[in-house]
């Protein structure tokens, strides 16, 4: 498997759950700066010129982070990454899809790129606020569901790396504060050895 990864980008959560699985794995940057998401040879890979991208070993692409996610989970069994049972597994898929279609790209892509969201320059800061307020909604609806919990279904899964790599974004790289239950598991996380190997090899460490 060769996944295209971007450091600190959404594609850290993907890179955490192949350092959970433990199976052998490339990793190659995409440098989203300097537009390398959009040359050919990325774009022949992926068209849509985004990361994750994940690179099977029969040579299929999967885009999309829960597409992803659920693949590696049902894939490799053994981690015991995918959640046990149907409740669980539509547990784990709801928080995973708002993470990041509505944390991610509603909240942080106006927070990072007003401009694609603000008829001009003057309403970018409106933008940036509407983004904060949409995530700190999330934030809260987070700390409800992990109340009582270590992990999203209890048990570590897919949707905790999720969860993870919004809260990186607004903990370590906004320093903002969450919310005490979502803290509690974004510690969790981060002590996790999977989440420091993957945090040094992105050079983030």
């Known amino acids: 498997m060769k996944l295209f990864y971007a450091p600190g980008a959404c594609s850290i959560g993907i890179h955490v759950l192949l350092e959970e699985i433990g199976k052998p794995y490339?990793?190659?940057?995409?440098?989203?700066?300097?537009?390398?998401?959009?040359?050919?040879?990325?774009?022949?890979?992926?068209?849509?010129?985004?990361?994750?991208?994940l690179q099977k070993d029969d040579g299929g692409v999967l885009t999309e982070y829960p597409a992803i996610a659920v693949w590696l989970a049902a894939t490799n069994p053994d981690a015991k990454v995918m959640p046990a049972g149907a409740d669980a597994l539509a547990k784990a898929l709801e928080v995973t899809d708002y993470c990041v279609a509505t944390m991610h790209m509603q909240g942080f892509g106006r927070i990072f790129r007003p401009s694609g969201f603000a008829p001009s320059e003057a309403d970018a800061e409106a933008v940036k606020a509407r983004g904060v307020e949409i995530f700190e909604k999330g934030l809260a609806w987070l700390d409800?569901?992990?109340?009582?919990?270590?992990?999203?279904?209890?048990?570590?899964?897919?949707?905790?790396?999720?969860?993870?790599?919004?809260?990186?974004?607004?903990?370590?790289?906004?320093?903002?504060?969450?919310?005490?239950?979502?803290?509690?598991?974004?510690?969790?996380?981060?002590?996790?050895?999977?989440?420091?190997?993957?945090?040094?090899?992105?050079?983030?460490?």
């Open 26 to 53: 490339e990793a190659e940057l995409v440098n989203l700066r300097e537009g390398a998401q959009f040359k050919p040879e990325f774009t022949a890979v992926n068209a849509k010129s985004k990361v994750p991208t």
């Open 144 to 205: 409800k569901q992990l109340a009582g919990k270590d992990y999203v279904t209890g048990a570590f899964s897919f949707a905790d790396t999720a969860v993870f790599y919004v809260c990186f974004w607004w903990a370590a790289r906004l320093n903002k504060p969450l919310p005490a239950n979502v803290a509690a598991h974004y510690a969790r996380m981060n002590a996790r050895p999977a989440v420091q190997r993957t945090m040094k090899a992105e050079g983030l460490a």
